[in-house]
């Protein structure tokens, strides 16, 4: 197996883990409860983080690090050149991402151009970010795997959404030029 089907698992099992692991803590054995997967997303606990945001207009800059995106933004494109604005495109969508970083971690504001902001939050590791993105009030929320090359990002994802279950997604992330005629 390689690195990238080593961290997909890896992400599966700590998400199936927690799941089980709540349901015993509950006093509940979920092999007699009959588990469903929507019982898993509903007790997600990405899902749960995101729920009080419902019907929110200010999502997502009034959670955290996203409230303080541009300064977060203007500090990681000094040293870091995988930080920046993007165009993105998949089968069905455009629109542009904001890619910053606060601390060891990435995190993605997704800007569709006819549907509310999404947000994610990736690790990297080597020429590979691995994202988890999530929809305010608990819509959807689903795993990207990027590979970067020069100024792409070319990303295979799914999603917990009816439409999207079983499905491997492709999208590209292209860098913006900078208006100010900066490298990297």
Not at 55 to 68: E, S, T, Y
Not at 74 to 100: A, H, K, M, P
Not at 108 to 137: C, H, K, R, W
Request: overall charge negative; charged content about 20%.
């Amino acid at each position: 197996m390689n690195q990238k089907t080593v961290f997909l698992l890896f992400v599966i099992a700590f998400g199936l883990a927690w799941y089980f692991n709540t349901e015993s803590s509950n006093g509940n054995d979920s092999t007699e409860t009959g588990s469903s997967a929507s019982e898993f997303i509903s007790k997600f606990s990405i899902m749960r983080l995101f729920s009080e945001y419902q019907g929110d207009w200010d999502f997502p800059r009034n959670l955290p690090p996203f409230n303080n995106k541009d300064f977060l933004l203007s500090q990681c494109e000094i040293s870091d050149s995988l930080c920046g604005r993007y165009n993105y495109r998949t089968e069905w969508e455009t629109g542009e991402v904001t890619l910053f970083k606060a601390g060891d971690v990435y995190y993605l504001e997704y800007q569709p151009e006819d549907n509310p902001p999404y947000i994610g939050m990736g690790i990297l590791s080597g020429s590979s970010l691995a994202v988890t993105f999530a929809f305010a009030g608990n819509q959807d929320i689903g795993i990207t795997l990027y590979t970067i090359e020069d100024d792409t990002l070319s990303g295979a994802w799914t999603c917990f959404e009816e439409d999207c279950v079983g499905k491997l997604n492709f999208e590209n992330l292209t860098k913006r030029p900078d208006p100010f005629g900066h490298d990297g």
